[in-house]
């Protein structure tokens, strides 16, 4: 199956944060699943660290890279139709990434693997 991975269960997940689920660690570690991460996610990463939101050890990009590589992560386009989707969704969730996520979810009929109860209210395949 694939699976779309919310930004912070891809940094959780790397950095083996307590606060993954079960759940969630053992759907993306399954060898039968595939796990994509969205080119938003690497945007948001991107602007919380140059932020100063987002502290990690080493380079942005050397450290990502590796990672997924090593995860057999592949990461998601953004393609034009997540963007035309966005505009169509409800607003229970204001975050744009999300947003994008959620449309991306939608689009590519991917479970998506998320903490965030807000994901709750869309058609979509939550794996918590």
């Not at 991975?5 to 060898?31: C, N, P, Y």
Request: proline letters at 5%; one cysteine or more; charged letters at 25%.
């Amino acid at each position: 199956m694939k699976l779309l991975l919310d930004t912070h269960i891809l940094l959780w997940f790397l950095a083996g944060d307590l606060r993954l689920s079960k759940s969630s660690k053992d759907s993306i570690e399954k060898a039968a699943n595939q796990c994509y991460i969205s080119d938003a996610s690497l945007w948001e990463i991107s602007i919380k660290q140059s932020l100063g939101k987002l502290k990690l050890a080493e380079p942005f990009d050397v450290k990502l890279t590796e990672a997924l590589l090593q995860n057999t992560i592949e990461t998601l386009p953004i393609a034009k139709s997540h963007i035309f989707k966005v505009s169509q969704l409800p607003w229970h969730h204001r975050d744009p990434f999300d947003r994008l996520l959620l449309a991306a979810s939608m689009i590519e009929d991917m479970p998506i693997v998320t903490n965030d109860p807000a994901y709750l209210h869309y058609d979509v395949k939550v794996i918590q």
